[in-house]
């Protein structure tokens, strides 16, 4: 009797486990089926795709006597796009560290102001706070990362240290290399700094035209410093060949007439820093380079960054414009004025 009494209920618990199976799966068939027949034609699909572009806006605002006013909070910024005021999705202060892609022109015609560039950079990346991050790239014919983005100042003196000149200079070329392939890729606060003559002899794919297309879609500043070379390439082709006398008949690898070819030096590096919303120097002198780079070194450590996300979500590529008010008395604001919006769809 003990015996078929303990078969009896294993029985019980056998059948009770095979009904709570089959419940089971007749429960997920039901839920399957249900999803299958709620799910929408895939004509109703993203029938509105809403745009994702983050736009980032790097901030100065000074007083009336230029000097930096810290301590403002979000909610002191209005930011308005072709008139209308967007929301402010993201707010750095200028406590934020920052990264910086430091772009030289060791070519020829960098030569005679090797030994004073390698010194002021080094000196430019001294005066950078410990957590900020500094990229080194040179340029000749060919554009070379000496080193990655980085905060170790001694691995960054090495890379500035160990710089040698060249021939040609593709100035074109390293800075669509650097925006496109680099900073278009770093998040957080970022600049470019760039210091040549201007000139460019052999880019083979970038152009003037493309470049300044870039930045205005770059959400970093850039600070381009001109030295000018004119006059110390114009005496070196003239003890090449003492024979040629004309030096104003010089002219570059590119054809252009050496005055000509500096003139449009001048105006690209003027507009590259205006699209961007950074600044334009000219570098007079070793001791005015030094005096640039401490400028630029302090403007990096007081700006703020705003981001929105545009309200008009048209998805053509277009030029915008950009304006931001500041709830500060005597406030003097300082960014970029419009920038090329073009949808990440």
Request: proline share 2%.
């Amino acid at each position: 009797m003990e015996r078929e009494r303990i078969y009896t209920r294993m029985n019980s618990r056998f059948v009770l486990f095979r009904a709570c199976i089959f419940t089971t799966l007749l429960l997920i068939a039901s839920a399957f089926t249900a999803a299958q027949t709620q799910q929408p034609d895939s004509q109703d699909i993203d029938v509105v795709r809403v745009s994702t572009s983050l736009v980032t806006v790097p901030i100065s605002v000074m007083d009336r006597n230029g000097r930096f006013v810290p301590d403002l909070t979000q909610r002191q910024f209005h930011l308005f796009e072709n008139g209308v005021e967007q929301d402010v999705a993201f707010f750095e202060n200028a406590q934020k560290p920052f990264t910086v892609a430091l772009l030289l022109d060791v070519s020829d015609s960098a030569k005679f102001k090797f030994n004073e560039i390698q010194n002021a950079a080094i000196a430019f990346v001294a005066q950078l706070r410990p957590d900020d991050r500094v990229l080194v790239a040179v340029f000749d014919k060919r554009v070379t990362i000496m080193c990655e983005a980085t905060n170790d100042r001694h691995l960054l003196e090495s890379a500035i240290r160990r710089v040698r000149s060249g021939g040609g200079t593709s100035l074109y070329d390293a800075v669509d290399m650097i925006v496109t392939q680099r900073l278009n890729k770093i998040r957080g606060r970022k600049a470019l700094v760039l210091f040549t003559d201007g000139v460019d002899t052999t880019s083979a794919g970038a152009t003037y035209e493309s470049t300044l297309h870039a930045a205005q879609e770059l959400d970093a500043l850039a600070y381009s410093i001109k030295y000018n070379t004119m006059d110390d390439v114009s005496e070196s082709s003239r003890e090449i060949d003492a024979g040629q006398r004309n030096s104003l008949d010089l002219r570059t690898a590119k054809g252009e007439k050496l005055s000509v070819a500096y003139e449009r030096a001048d105006r690209y590096l003027r507009l590259l820093a205006d699209k961007s919303g950074g600044r334009f120097f000219y570098a007079a002198s070793p001791k005015h380079l030094e005096e640039i780079f401490s400028r630029i070194a302090q403007e990096l450590r007081e700006q703020y960054s705003l981001g929105y996300y545009p309200k008009n979500r048209d998805t053509s590529v277009s030029q915008r414009s950009i304006k931001i008010k500041v709830d500060a008395p005597g406030a003097v604001v300082r960014a970029r004025r419009n920038y090329l919006y073009k949808s990440d769809n």
